[in-house]
């Protein structure tokens, strides 16, 4: 395939930008959202109407008031959720991340996500604080004839600097390579939010190491993510590596679709290379962990 006139990151600029300004005339009631999960298994989701030790009353959009004995709840919590057209529109943790690089915002305490891309890679995830996310991560490849097996953490914090419009994100990757000698590796990056956490576009600066030795040139991010409906997204991700002889550019443009349990990532990463376009397909699954790390 001839490489287009337009790189992939411009394109993918461009489609996303005409995307986001379509979705900032659309209206949303953000009153808080509380869901309920009782011990028969039904869960019920609304406006926490009042509280106490004995009964929680909650105004559903389908159901009205409900009074729910306090003895038959097992999970209690505020969820981020939007009210669009008479219909809860949830927030999903991977939202703190595009397919792979994270951007500004933040896990909340006590949310969690597990999230595999091509059955190979696999990352648990875990709010610590409402600003402080940290994740673990490897790739079992001592599952698959007892090769060098990878394994990662990811520390990450969060600041807000105008809630819901501007986050600013820090952290690293630090991870190493058991079967290998001098196998460490990681990032160090930064990234600015521009946007809620629905619809967003963010820029990131980071700094890779590997073997004890520090990149010499910075690498350089642009991302982003629209939220198209209750079930859908478009994601793309973007970068700019610095090489002595150059930059190198790798795109990734696709979208992400929402079940009641799971959330389904799919797109293309396309590598420029020698005057053609190579693609390669990308396919990842994140399973929320909802609120059974709260306490």
């Given at each position: ?121 696999n990352q648990f995830s875990v709010g ?43 952290g690293a990757l630090v991870g190493t ?119």
């Amino acid at each position: 395939m001839k490489v287009l006139h337009s790189s992939p990151l411009r394109l993918a600029l461009v489609v996303f930008l005409v995307l986001l300004g379509s979705d900032a005339c659309s209206q949303a009631d953000t009153t808080a959202i509380y869901r309920v999960e009782t011990r028969d298994g039904n869960e019920y989701v609304g406006r926490l109407i009042s509280k106490s030790d004995s009964v929680v009353r909650l105004e559903t959009q389908t159901l009205g008031a409900l009074a729910i004995p306090a003895k038959d709840i097992v999970a209690l919590e505020k969820v981020h959720a939007s009210v669009r057209d008479g219909a809860y529109w949830f927030a999903y943790p991977q939202a703190t991340r595009y397919f792979w690089m994270p951007n500004g915002y933040g896990l909340k305490r006590g949310e969690a996500y597990f999230q595999n891309v091509w059955i190979l890679v696999n990352q648990f995830s875990v709010g610590v604080t409402d600003n402080l996310s940290f994740g673990a991560g490897l790739v079992p490849a001592f599952l698959i004839g007892g090769g060098p097996t990878p394994i990662w953490v990811t520390p990450k914090v969060s600041i807000p600097l105008n809630s819901d419009r501007v986050n600013l994100g820090a952290g690293a990757l630090v991870g190493t390579i058991f079967g290998q000698q001098e196998s460490g590796f990681g990032l160090l990056y930064s990234v600015v939010t521009f946007g809620s956490r629905d619809s967003n576009i963010s820029v990131g600066l980071g700094y890779g190491f590997a073997g004890g030795d520090w990149g010499d040139n910075p690498t350089f991010s642009f991302s982003g993510m629209f939220r198209t409906g209750r079930r859908g997204y478009v994601l793309t991700e973007n970068y700019v590596l610095s090489t002595g002889s150059g930059s190198q550019v790798l795109a990734m443009i696709g979208g992400r679709t929402l079940t009641k349990k799971t959330g389904i990532d799919y797109g293309l990463l396309i590598v420029p290379n020698l005057g053609e376009l190579v693609a390669v397909p990308w396919l990842g699954i994140t399973v929320p962990l909802r609120g059974k790390l709260k306490s």
